[in-house]
């Protein structure tokens, strides 16, 4: 894998360029082998040993707290004290300022090693950036701060029991703490009372402290909260409760664990259900569990999209190293494994020995299937990443075109991945034959571990909805226009290449027919017609989009030369010409209900079933 990250982003995304920048002028290409060399050990040392443990030994709770394994703990501890938590951070802040791209592409390792382990630092680097963007100076030195150097761990407490994804539907509330509530010095002070469900890490002793950003409704004047998504605000409710210097108090909060999900997989993370002022603790002689506003009142979902948007671009990530884990232990097993004989001229020869399956032809497919799903999904992940630098330190017109294509991409680097890289570990049980099915190889694990990231952080239907009913139109198309430009750039660099103006031709086709579909989805206007094939629409956007990026890491690798590296760039170039010849195709036939507005799920009725 080390190779491929290297080629990503050395030889394609060219961030050697990033260097050139003042909020990185102190890196270099040294520098940035020197933190991928240090997340690779700590990965290789600290979680893949213990994937299995935090897998078979569940989160419990004890009645008083949750129990995880003592290697959960040291994973956490290793992790904070590699510096990833605040990787991106400002100096002054105990950051590195290190470009997102690279810090993605080192947390990938640990992704790799034992997703479910560690404590979910990316879910406590992103609680924390949301309080740089959107806190006070105050609540970014008491909570961020904190967050960043390890000694607190965040969450971000979004669904409820009745609600799931539509959180329009939340009914946590939350009122002022009396008439003085605007004159604490962390914040408009708010007592919350609800319930939040699915919330991972909500209660754990990794850390002194858990940081919570809650999404809660701020009553009317009548007392009644306000219907929709308008009146969704956003609140740091801590766990133990801490002063303007960041000590603790000595009191709990009141947020209490209702309950524990016993997960299909993932399942070194504890999963929760909390209880928001319930009246388990009283705090400060009154009920309600203390919460200081974030932003403006009504402005709590934008403010949480921040982290959301950056989420999902990491529930991509961990879903394709998810598929990459997966897919070099099943390429391992099959270069060990012998059986069967190859079919020649005059069929098999039963008097040979068997050969490694590695040397079947439908095992070549799946494996060639895995490594252009896995490959290619991480060069989706840290190409988005790369926009995100681009966005915060680029020039405007370029940090504003950056911008826009991360409004149509961020859907398919969440969805696709999460589709497609489960697939690859579908794939590699398979390779496996009965052995995948066992618990004695670690691909069962892997599968299970994935297929949570088709539901968390919006669901595939939820990112099939938004890309199709706001991304690709919104701005008067305008993100759509950029990206087929970019993709209109790269067929012209191919199409001067022979071995694959063939590539160039099937991707501008393509191309075509996703631009046209969109007009065909829309052109009554209504969105009911347009959205009732989202799903099979993004699948065609997304492949699409898979097939560009393989050409433009087609032709990355036709220009590296030295030898050393030949078998390397040959098995990208024999990727990408697996996914034009045995996906690409795929791409039609799920065009063909978008542009009909075929009604057949819509039309279907519940007695019918």
Not at 71 to 98: I, R, T
Not at 434 to 456: A, C, S
Request: aromatic content about 8%; some cysteine.
């Amino acid at each position: 894998m080390r190779d491929t990250v290297d080629f990503l982003l050395h030889d394609w995304l060219r961030v050697e360029a990033l260097l050139d920048r003042p909020r990185f002028a102190d890196h270099s290409r040294e520098t940035i082998a020197s933190v991928l060399d240090t997340c690779e050990r700590i990965a290789r040392e600290k979680f893949s040993p213990f994937n299995r443990v935090a897998d078979v030994e569940e989160p419990r709770f004890d009645g008083e707290k949750v129990i995880l394994p003592a290697s959960s703990h040291a994973a956490a501890q290793a992790y904070v004290e590699s510096g990833m938590l605040a990787a991106a951070q400002d100096y002054e802040h105990g950051g590195m300022q290190l470009p997102c791209v690279v810090e993605m592409a080192a947390n990938a390792f640990f992704s790799k090693a034992g997703i479910g382990i560690g404590g979910g630092g990316l879910l406590t680097s992103g609680n924390a950036n949301l309080l740089m963007a959107h806190g006070t100076p105050l609540q970014q030195e008491v909570f961020a701060k904190h967050e960043f150097a390890g000694r607190w761990f965040g969450t971000m407490c979004l669904s409820e029991p009745q609600a799931g994804s539509s959180l329009s539907d939340i009914t946590t509330r939350a009122v002022p703490d009396g008439d003085d509530f605007d004159g604490d010095p962390l914040g408009p002070r708010y007592r919350l009372r609800g319930n939040k469900m699915w919330i991972s890490n909500g209660e754990h002793e990794l850390t002194e402290n858990i940081v919570h950003l809650v999404l809660a409704k701020i009553p009317g004047p009548d007392g009644k909260l306000i219907p929709g998504t308008k009146g969704i605000s956003l609140f740091i409710v801590p766990k133990k409760l801490v002063n303007e210097r960041a000590e603790l108090t000595g009191e709990r909060n009141d947020v209490a664990l209702a309950g524990l999900n016993h997960k299909l997989g993932y399942r070194g993370i504890p999963n929760t259900l909390l209880n928001f002022g319930e009246g388990k603790f009283k705090v400060r002689g009154a009920a309600g569990a203390l919460g200081y506003r974030v932003g403006a009142p009504g402005e709590g979902l934008r403010c949480m999209f921040h982290m959301m948007n950056e989420a999902r671009i990491a529930v991509g990530l961990g879903a394709v190293m998810l598929g990459y884990a997966g897919y070099e232990a099943s390429l391992q097993y099959a270069r060990d494994r012998s059986q069967g004989r190859p079919v020649g001229p005059s069929g098999k020869d039963a008097s040979k020995p068997p050969v490694r399956i590695v040397e079947h032809a439908d095992v070549k497919r799946m494996l060639l299937a895995q490594k252009s799903y896995v490959e290619g999904g991480l060069a989706l992940a840290l190409y988005c990443a790369r926009l995100v630098d681009e966005q915060h330190t680029g020039a405007p017109d370029i940090a504003h075109q950056a911008a826009t294509l991360l409004e149509v991409l961020t859907p398919i680097a969440k969805s696709w991945p999460s589709e497609w890289c489960l697939e690859a570990n579908s794939l590699a049980i398979q390779v496996h034959g009965g052995y995948g099915y066992t618990r004695d190889f670690p691909v069962e694990q892997y599968w299970r571990d994935n297929r949570l990231n088709m539901i968390h952080e919006g669901t595939h239907g939820i990112q099939a909805q938004d890309l199709l009913g706001r991304k690709v139109v919104m701005n008067g198309g305008a993100g759509l226009e950029l990206l087929g430009a970019r993709m209109q750039a790269t067929i012209e660099r191919a199409a001067s290449i022979a071995e694959h103006a063939p590539q160039a031709r099937a991707l501008a086709a393509a191309v075509q027919a996703v631009q046209a579909a969109t007009r065909a989805a829309w052109s009554s206007g209504l969105p009911d017609d347009a959205l009732i094939n989202a799903m099979p629409y993004m699948q065609a956007f997304g492949h699409t989009v898979l097939a560009w990026i393989w050409l433009e890491l087609a032709l990355a690798a036709h220009a590296v030369r030295e030898p050393a590296r030949a078998d390397a760039m040959a098995g990208k170039l024999q990727a990408m010409r697996y996914f034009y010849a045995y996906e690409l195709p795929k791409v039609a036939a799920w065009l063909d209900v978008v542009n009909a507005r075929d009604p057949v799920c819509r039309d279907m009725r519940d007695e019918w079933f």
